[in-house]
Nanobody
Framework: QVQLVESGGGVVQAGGSLRLSCTAV????????MAWFRQVPGEERKFVAA????????QNANSVSGRFSISRDTAKNTVYLQMNNLKPEDTAIYYC?????????????????WGTGIQVTVSS
């Protein structure tokens, strides 16, 4: 079982930036895909971005393309989500997810491990 520990959330004004971190603790392989999803109360959890175990391939949702970028430090088993030009509609609880597989996926059902979530609030 892999534990995912998230950090870096908070409150920021529109147009500002935040960086989320997620560290995988436990037995992961070089093929551990990690991703970020977000959820607004009353709505379904939605895909934001994902990255392969090597960090060579990434996938972003259209809604954040050009503003958010995902990266990873394989030595630290940590994934980062850099969020720039934040908008009030980016306000949500952000969840880190992971699974052993080769390629990224935007499907929530493909991920086996989940963090507890971290709040991001963007004020207008």
């Amino acid at each position: 079982q892999v534990q995912l520990v998230e950090s870096g959330g908070g409150v920021v004004q529109a147009g500002g930036s935040l960086r989320l971190s997620c560290t995988a603790v436990g037995d992961t392989s070089g093929r551990y895909v990690m991703a970020w999803f977000r959820q607004v109360p009353g709505e379904e959890r939605k895909f934001v971005a994902a990255i392969t175990g090597t960090g060579r391939s990434t996938q972003n949702a259209n809604s954040v393309s050009g503003r958010f970028s995902i990266s990873r430090d394989t030595a630290k088993n940590t994934v980062y989500l850099q969020m720039n030009n934040l908008k009030p509609e980016d306000t949500a609880i952000y969840y880190c997810a992971g699974v052993i597989r080769t390629w990224t996926s935007s499907s929530i059902t493909d991920y086996a491990d989940w963090g507890t979530g971290i709040q991001v609030t963007v004020s207008s």
